[in-house]
């Protein structure tokens, strides 16, 4: 396997097999090679610029990842969904809700963003 194969693997197996374009980019990978591989079903276009490894697992922990890595720097999950994710409820929340700084929201409709 290549060296770049090996990389982008690597980073997607940390995030639930979820990566970014830049993330793709930084493993040396053309932009154009993601998106074919999107267009062909190899990598699931998750949100903009956000793809899962064809074949991971889809679960909660995943979209929550998807949607930080999707949102504008920095972020971060955020009310219900970090409550569950450190544990303060055993209720997975219906909506996955992220927070970013003010100003620098993005208009997502499968999750929540909040501003701070």
């Known amino acids: 396997m290549r060296d770049r194969e090996r990389l982008l693997i690597d980073v997607a197996r940390e ?30 276009t998750i949100h903009p610029q956000v793809y899962g490894i064809g074949g991971s697992e889809s679960t909660w922990r995943r979209s929550v990842i998807a949607a930080v890595l999707s949102s504008v720097r920095p972020a971060g999950a955020s ?19 992220v927070i970013t700084r003010r100003h620098r929201r993005l208009d997502r409709r499968s999750f929540t963003v909040h501003e701070s």
């Open 79 to 97: 009310h219900r969904t970090a409550a569950f994710l450190w544990g303060l409820t055993s209720r997975v929340p219906e909506i996955v809700e």
């Open 15 to 44: 995030q639930r097999g979820v990566f970014t374009l830049a993330q793709a980019l930084a493993c040396g990978f053309p932009r154009r090679t993601i998106e074919a591989r999107a267009s062909r079903g190899l990598y699931e």
